[in-house]
């Protein structure tokens, strides 16, 4: 669920691009399965827990 909380770029939307009978459809959110998707979510995780390390506490 991580994954679809990360914005896509408006300009890259259509890179994610699917046709279905019913019509033409573009994320908005990053989808599971971009070849990118794992790093991405990966470096954002690291940011936000990197600016909150003093917060977080590791068992």
């Given at each position: 669920?991580?994954?679809?909380?990360?914005?896509?770029?408006?300009?890259?939307?259509?890179?994610?691009?699917?046709?279905?009978?019913?019509?033409?459809?573009?994320?908005?959110?990053?989808?599971?399965?971009?070849?990118?998707?794992?790093?991405?979510?990966?470096?954002?995780?690291?940011?936000?827990?990197?600016?909150?390390?003093?917060f977080i506490t590791i068992l």
């Open positions: 669920m991580g994954y679809f909380q990360v914005l896509i770029n408006p300009e890259h939307a259509k890179y994610t691009a699917f046709i279905t009978h019913i019509g033409k459809f573009e994320y908005t959110r990053m989808p599971q399965g971009l070849v990118n998707s794992p790093s991405t979510f990966a470096r954002l995780m690291v940011e936000i827990f990197w600016k909150n390390q003093k």
